[in-house]
């Protein structure tokens, strides 16, 4: 009996092997471990076998039923994953194909600038100090010579987080919190983020960027000043560039003005984007009040000092010739992406 369950593997074996489909093995499986099957009707005959043989040869036979049904399960697995294979080959997915390329980002042009900025200063000399963008009433106001009642200080203008804790709405508190840690000689700049309660518009916006600067010094005059100023703006924007001071007043600078650079667009000859002046607005300027330097421990008979301040936003839509400070702050991928070359 041996021998002939050893033919039925065998021939079962070779069936499985040669079976193309799940749908073939399973009429293989009833062919050979079936009802009908030959095994099966061995199986039937235990029954007459005697007491002493029964269990033998029932261990043969479900030796065989198992090692065929090991066969038809490897059969399944092989099947499937032929399958698979073939899927594979047919679907139009084309595996060596090259991917999407990725889009490099691109710097923001505010950071382009500011980084241009920094390097310009830096290069004559100056070091980079920070401040907070939260701030306190005496840095923002009080140690910079500002009144009580000055309306700078409103709620209309200025945004409170509480009582005395504000965002501060000009990087000048960075030349109070400079003296309060250095003595001179100091020569540092600060390029930040301000706020103020503004309405946004084509040139307002509630957050924007200023950069400060702050020189004390012995025999430090408005001459200085101005001779920086026009250095840093002949860098930033080329050699034919003039800057002029207007007289204007602000608390913590003795003279005070207001600084224009000749209009980017027509270079001085008068258009619509200057109103005809010739002349663009910058930001503002100053000696430092002795006031201001006094309170701060430094002796006013020895030192003396100059302040400006710049609005990093102009100058970056006038460098790139931007319609508005909007598009700075809309974050457009079609028009941040046109900064990708400048990088
Ligand atoms: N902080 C002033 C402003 O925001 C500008 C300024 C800076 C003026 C430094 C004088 C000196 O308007």
Redesign the pocket.
């Known amino acids: 009996m041996e021998t002939k369950l050893n033919h039925v593997v065998l021939a079962a074996e070779n069936d499985i092997k040669g079976a193309q489909s799940i749908h073939e093995l399973m009429n293989i499986k009833a062919k050979y471990i079936g009802k009908k099957s030959e095994i099966m009707d061995l199986m039937k005959t235990l029954g007459s076998l005697s007491p002493e043989e029964r269990p033998k040869v029932g261990k043969t036979i479900n030796i065989a039923k198992q090692n065929i049904e090991n066969l038809l399960e490897n059969r399944i697995v092989k099947l499937k994953e032929m399958e698979y294979q073939k899927t594979l080959q047919d679907s139009k997915v084309d595996l060596s194909m090259p991917g999407y390329a990725i889009g490099y980002g691109s710097l923001h042009p505010l950071t382009i600038v500011w980084r241009e900025i920094e390097d310009i200063f830096i290069s004559m000399g100056f070091d980079i100090a920070e401040g907070y963008d939260i701030e306190d009433e005496f840095h923002n106001f009080d140690a ?1 010579n500002t009144p009580k009642d000055h309306p700078s200080r409103n709620l209309a203008d200025t945004f409170y987080i509480k009582d005395d804790v504000l965002l501060r ?4 508190t960075v ?1 109070i919190r400079t003296m309060e840690n250095y003595k001179p000689p100091i020569k540092i700049i600060s390029p930040g983020r ?1 706020y103020r309660n503004d309405r946004p518009d084509a040139s307002h916006s509630p957050a924007f960027h ?1 950069v ?3 020189v004390v010094d012995e025999n430090i005059t408005f001459q200085d000043l101005r001779d920086t100023l026009n250095t840093f703006v002949k860098k930033m924007f080329g050699n034919h560039m003039k800057s002029r001071f207007r007289p ?1 007043f ?1 608390p ?2 003795e003279p ?2 207001e600084i224009d650079i000749s209009c980017v667009n027509c270079g001085g000859k008068g258009c619509a984007i200057c109103k005809n002046s010739g002349w663009l607005e910058m ?4 000696l ?1 009040d002795p006031n201001v330097l006094g309170k701060l421990g430094i002796d006013t008979e020895k030192y003396s000092g ?5 609005g990093i936003d102009r100058i970056t839509i006038l460098k790139y010739n931007i319609p508005g400070l909007r598009l700075l702050y809309e974050n457009d991928i079609r028009f941040l992406k046109q900064f990708t070359m400048n990088n």
Not at 283 to 286: H, K, P, S, V
């Open positions: 910079l709405t000009q990087t000048s030349q301000c200023q400060e600067a702050l204007h602000f913590f600078t005070s003005a930001g503002g300027a100053g430092v100059f302040a400006f301040g710049l």
